[in-house]
């Protein structure tokens, strides 16, 4: 789904103002070839295999599965409504890959985005480890996948989207004196947990927010996603449970006026870098460490591994983890790519000048147009010596293909893709995420262009699909293990 905005925004602050106004109700709370399943992907008939949580033998992790959120595994199936169009879908990708360059841009150029701390007056005045299951969310806007959390004491369970694109981890709460979008789940109680707590205005916690203001002496935080998603409320700490492992007082937003495309999930965890981030505030108990799978098919489960118990490093394909190219995004050198085994003619400059970033909410990979001309170029000829038909273009994705041309059988081999890495890493995209699946007659090409050769490139989530994808900050690497789910 969404990356959030540190920018000084003027929405934002009128949105803290009017919360502030209400905020006396809850200032208290308590071969080369690979092989196609057509109607897998399509998700035809497919039941719900969906594995237990479970904590790991080791004392530093735990497991939580990951589901699509309008997958039958996702705990709101019953209750999604129509999910969004394809259209729909790739229209809020765009705007979060444009997004992204934006936050890439400003964070790599010198022009670094200071914290927003909004005073009273300025307010009156601009109106161990732990593994967790993880789904796939398409109402989100960007094809996010949602995981389980625990949240308060007694704990109540929630279904939030996580994004390693995001630091700061919030969820609706009551009593919502703003707004709140519908969710399948009751909204998180504050005044039913006994170790809630708000956080004060005078905490440096409050500084760590990039948008914060004041109310009340409370602390209160404020959100902007890239597709334009909102989210308002108090800073607050509760204990979060993951599967069976506990992080006491963890720091979140306690959201009372949201809105945007977060589908019925209560809310975000954030995994990015940043200090308010899962990954940092769970430092000490996890070791700078998680990995997930995302599943191949919407009826799948996948997991999210908090902590070196049950991470895939021993069989993980490592890259360097580029920390000092910016805040928050998990940075990494792409320095090549193969089809059917052979590598294509592009530059190195072509990688190097643009960069890359892994990033679990982006749908679609974004390549440099230098790049993308010869991918384009050398899967066009190997589907064409395979048999199958050219179809309409679907958005921005411009090479599509009819797969019932191809005989009509449920099995179809497909031309390998495969991405390079600095430090010798290697992706061998799987059979499922090669094509964006629109139906059995369009199924186009899961990368696209980015507007300029110098705009960061995007590992995306389809092409993440059946790697465990290992983040260590301790030791500064990103890992692709094959075949985790």
């Known amino acids: 789904m969404a990356v959030s905005c540190c920018c000084p925004d003027q929405g934002l602050f009128l949105l803290l103002l009017l919360l502030a106004a209400a905020a006396g109700a809850v200032s208290s709370g308590g071969s080369s070839d690979v092989q196609l399943n057509v109607e897998a992907l399509l998700h035809v008939g497919s039941p719900c295999l969906t594995p237990q949580e479970h904590k790991h033998g080791a004392a530093t992790g735990t497991r939580m599965p990951i589901v699509h959120q309008h997958g039958p595994c996702s705990p709101p199936a019953e ?179 949201n809105r945007g495309l977060f589908g019925q999930a209560a809310g975000l965890m954030g995994l990015g870098r940043g200090k308010t981030s899962l990954t940092a505030q769970a430092r000490d108990k996890y070791g700078g460490v998680f990995s997930y799978c995302l599943p191949a098919t919407p009826s799948g489960t996948g997991f999210l591994d908090l902590g070196q118990a049950g991470s895939p490093a021993a069989n993980a394909r490592l890259t360097p983890m580029l920390t000092d190219m910016g805040p928050t995004f998990y940075y990494v050198g792409l320095t090549g790519i193969k089809v059917d085994g052979r590598a294509l003619s592009i530059p190195g400059s072509v990688f190097s000048d643009a960069g890359a970033v892994v990033d679990s909410g982006t749908v679609i990979t974004r390549l440099p147009p230098k790049a993308y001309a010869p991918l384009r170029s050398a899967f066009a000829k190997a589907m064409e010596g395979l048999g199958y038909k050219k179809a309409p273009a679907t958005s921005f994705l411009d090479t599509c293909y009819d797969l019932t041309a191809a005989g009509g059988k449920a099995w179809k081999a497909l031309p390998a893709v495969s991405l390079a890495f600095q430090g010798g890493a290697s992706l061998d995209v799987d059979k499922s995420g090669i094509l964006y699946m629109v139906d059995e007659s369009r199924a186009c090409l899961a990368f696209a262009p980015n507007d300029g050769d110098t705009d960061m490139a995007i590992v995306g989530n389809t092409q993440q699909k059946t790697y465990g994808v290992l983040y260590d900050l301790g030791k500064k690497v990103v890992g692709f293990a094959p075949g985790a789910c």
Not at 79 to 103: F, M, T, W
Not at 200 to 223: F, T
């Open 79 to 257: 209750e999604h409504g129509k999910p969004p169009s394809h259209e729909e879908i790739l229209a809020a990708d765009q705007r979060r890959v444009e997004y992204i360059h934006r936050r890439v841009a400003e964070t790599t150029t010198g022009h670094q985005v200071r914290p927003t701390k909004l005073q009273p007056a300025s307010l009156s005045s601009s109106a161990a480890s732990a593994n967790v299951p993880a789904s796939s969310g398409d109402k989100v806007g960007t094809g996010n996948y949602v995981v389980t959390i625990g949240l308060g004491t007694p704990g109540e369970r929630l279904t939030v989207v996580f994004d390693t694109g995001s630091d700061t981890t919030w969820v609706q709460c009551q009593p919502c004196v703003g707004s709140c979008y519908r969710q399948k789940e009751p909204l998180f109680s504050p005044a039913k947990s006994s170790t809630y707590a708000n956080i004060s205005c005078s905490s440096p916690y409050c500084s760590d927010l990039d948008n914060s203001g004041c109310s009340g002496g409370h602390c209160l935080y404020a959100v902007r996603y890239g597709d334009g998603s909102t989210t308002v409320g108090f800073y607050a700490h509760d204990t979060l449970t993951l599967a069976s492992d506990a992080v006491k007082e963890f720091r979140f937003g306690c959201g009372e006026k």
